[in-house]
């Protein structure tokens, strides 16, 4: 089991044909993701050779989905044309739309989001700003290395890149049925409550890894879901401890706001929930060994 994305997902890049998109969908390939086409409607009707795999290229997602079967989409598509680019993928009902891109104005982000709602909420979007999903063995759609972990039964649903690369690195040798980078944009589509549900519910998951930055509200509302509907153990880290306060850090969700959003507040909050919660990456792993009897 995995959640949203396993060795079945049919997936399409948005444009494959640029360097970054072209880099990643080698990178995914070798990590066995099923990649069935790509979109670019200057380059419709040819196809790319990749590593000596011949994928289609598409003009539009519909026509991906009409002759692939697509699922999912992955989006490396410049932040001018990342909205068009969302619409076209919610147009075309995809399941499963992972937007890569970072430097997307708030604005665009809550036009698509609010798109996708409108439309019935049958494409699930993921980021914008993010790392991607992976479920190791099986599939990965976007920029998370497939060689740093391996099958498992942790779950994992992050706001940070690089903390979800050094969380499943941390864990290697115990393993991940999925981790999923949710991006740290001010305006994401899956947050930390959908993906704890949607951890709860897999069977293969034991535990589940939850990282936080501070800034926003994310993470208390994600405890207060957490006490009322998730009875596996979770194990928490929020990133921020040292950031002085009221200061805006790199991401554009970490703006601090009197108490609320510090990362001492999401912590007592986590705990609150019945939450361990680490005060760096490694000691939250230490906590995920413990609990996990390993």
């Excluded at 393993?175 to 001010?186: E, L, N, T």
Aim: charged letters at 20%; a negative charge; proline letters at 5%.
């Amino acid at each position: 089991m995995a959640i949203f994305l396993n060795k079945d997902s049919k997936v399409i890049v948005q444009g494959m044909t640029g360097a970054t998109g072209m880099k990643h969908t080698k990178l995914m390939l070798a990590d066995g993701t099923n990649i069935v086409g790509g979109v670019n409607p200057r380059k419709a009707g040819t196809s790319v050779d990749v590593d000596g795999t011949e994928i289609p290229v598409f003009g539009t997602v519909a026509e991906a989905i009409e002759k692939t079967g697509a699922n999912v989409s992955v989006l490396f598509v410049p932040p001018a044309f990342a909205k068009a680019a969302v619409v076209e993928a919610i147009d075309a009902e995809i399941p499963l739309a992972v937007v890569i891109t970072e430097g997307i104005a708030v604005h665009d982000s809550a036009a698509f989001y609010a798109y996708a709602v409108e439309k019935g909420n049958k494409t699930r979007i993921i980021g914008p700003n993010c790392p991607g999903l992976i479920t190791p063995g099986q599939s990965n759609a976007g920029i998370i290395p497939g060689d740093i972990t391996k099958p498992g039964r942790i779950g994992l649903v992050s706001k940070s890149g690089t903390l979800t690369y050094q969380m499943m690195y941390e864990l290697r040798d115990i393993g991940f049925s999925s981790a999923v980078g949710i991006g740290g944009d001010p305006v994401i589509g899956t947050t930390h409550i959908d993906a704890l549900a949607a951890f709860e519910a897999d069977p293969d998951t034991d535990l589940i890894v939850m990282i936080g930055e501070i800034g926003g509200d994310a993470e208390e509302r994600a405890a207060d879901f957490i006490k009322a509907n998730v009875t596996k153990p979770v194990v928490g880290y929020v990133a921020g401890f040292t950031a002085p306060e009221g200061k805006t850090m790199g991401h554009a969700g970490a703006i601090v706001s009197g108490s609320s959003g510090t990362a001492a507040a999401k912590k007592e909050a986590l705990e609150a929930a019945g939450v361990k919660v680490g005060k760096t990456p490694t000691e939250t792993a230490k906590l995920a060994r413990e609990i996990l009897g390993g």
